[in-house]
């Protein structure tokens, strides 16, 4: 017996799907906002025709995701920044196999 596919190409791909649609479950915006906001983001990004879901297709996403998420005064830009860069200091400073941690 044979594995199926996996539906998402990167493990972010599914938990950026997955922390959208809780968000949206929760409130934070409606589905026709999403589908408006993410639509002129694929416009703003010149994607079309074939989106395979791949990283470009994630990118806009989560692009549409943050701008929804400031327009909700949620998460300002500046603060996504400052936890993007600390995730990535805590990133490069643990050592191999020990688990990432904010400090």
Known sequence: MSCP???FEAPWHAQLFALTVHL???GTFDWPAWTEAF???LAE???SGDLNGGDDYFTAWLATLERLLDANNMAPPA???ATRDAWKQ???S???GDPVRLS
Do not use: C, F, I, S
Request: no cysteine; hydrophobic share 40%; charged share 15%.
């Open 45 to 47: 990004h010149r994607l």
């Open 90 to 92: 805590a990133y490069l």
């Open 39 to 41: 639509g002129a983001t």
């Open 24 to 26: 949206h479950a929760q």
């Open 94 to 96: 643990t050592p191999h």
């Open 79 to 81: 603060a996504v920044e």
């Open 5 to 7: 596919d996996p539906v």
